[in-house]
């Protein structure tokens, strides 16, 4: 059998890998559905294997499926190398920098960042992914993550330029109607504001020997913006950024005296994407921008 492997079958084929499902994959725009059936069905055919089976999770890939797609990633990976040298062909610094980075740390802290850095070198544009999936470095989603733990992946680099540190906070017209808690333990007697499938909360009242699941908060989002807005409009008691917390008048900052948790701060490259001129300034300009965060508001 003599088939000249088209690109964007196997494009479409790690796409929907990625995504286990033709309506994800279509929503993060790797093509229409009915394209990526279509391109699935011809690669399929042209091969004479069977890629994917359908189960109740979605698309699942078969043994050969696995196998491929192993290649179909090393292609992509090429793919993004190939662009990265043609771009970095250029040594000014200009041009568009991709940064992905949580809901949260996009609306909280980034915008005064890149906004300092718009007036420093105008020269670059800024495409923000605000999302809470990892984008992956690896196949040029983004060229910078910010991220709230140390990658593994001996292709990235990491540097750890701060910690998070989160609040407990409550609003004043809540407190008006309830008792301020004193302890964490007397937390257990409030309406939380806490996440669906997201785990953090709990594994923060597992530390203090508290023992909860999901059940335990009356209001459930995985969103943390909807949850901080939850907790400003006094429905229970919430978790935040201090910097964010403290500057709010409409909350108070409960249980001051217990030391507060913080997530690591990481921003992330591909190695090779710290050769381009642009990728690097921007990188270190963040660096710099993070500074504040490396310094407890305790001390």
């Keep these: 059998m003599s ?3 088209n690109w964007m079958d196997l494009k479409v084929f ?3 890998a990625k995504h286990r499902s033709l309506k994800s994959a279509a929503k993060h725009g ?8 279509r391109r699935i069905s011809a690669l399929e055919h042209a091969l004479g294997v069977k ?4 189960t109740s999770n979605g698309l699942a890939l078969t043994e050969v499926g696995k196998i491929l797609r192993i290649h179909a990633d090393e292609m992509n990976r090429s793919a993004a190398r190939l662009m990265l040298t043609a771009s970095d062909a250029r040594t000014t610094i200009n041009g ?8 949260s740390v996009a609306v909280y802290c980034l915008p005064a960042m890149i906004a300092d850095l718009r007036r420093a070198k105008p020269e670059i544009d800024i495409e923000l992914v605000a999302s809470d999936t990892s984008s992956n470095l690896l196949l040029r989603e983004a060229d910078i ?6 990658p593994t992946q001996g ?9 998070l540190e989160i609040g407990v906070f409550a609003s004043t017209d809540y407190l008006a109607k309830r008792k301020t808690p004193t302890s964490v333990a007397e937390l257990m007697d409030h309406d939380i504001v806490g996440f669906d499938r997201n785990k953090e909360v709990i594994k923060g009242f597992l530390t203090e020997n508290l023992i909860i699941n999901r059940e335990f908060f009356p209001f459930r989002c995985d969103n ?7 907790v400003l409009a006094g429905y229970g008691i919430g978790f935040n950024q201090l910097q964010v917390g403290l500057v709010e008048q409409r909350v108070v900052r409960l249980l001051p005296d217990h030391k507060p948790r913080s997530l690591p701060i990481y921003l992330v490259a591909h190695s090779e994407l710290k050769t381009s001129a642009r990728v690097r300034w921007v990188f270190d300009f963040l660096v710099e921008a993070f500074a504040p965060y490396r310094s407890s508001l305790g001390s």
């Design 3 to 5: 088939y000249d492997l």
């Design 14 to 16: 790690a796409a929907v």
């Design 30 to 37: 790797a093509a229409s559905q009915p394209t990526l059936s």
């Design 51 to 54: 890629l994917f089976e359908r």
């Design 96 to 103: 568009t920098v991709r940064i992905a980075a949580s809901e």
């Design 145 to 150: 993550a910010v991220r709230m733990y140390q």
């Design 155 to 163: 292709e990235l680099i990491a540097r750890k330029v701060g910690d």
């Design 224 to 230: 943390q913006i909807v949850n901080w807005q939850m």
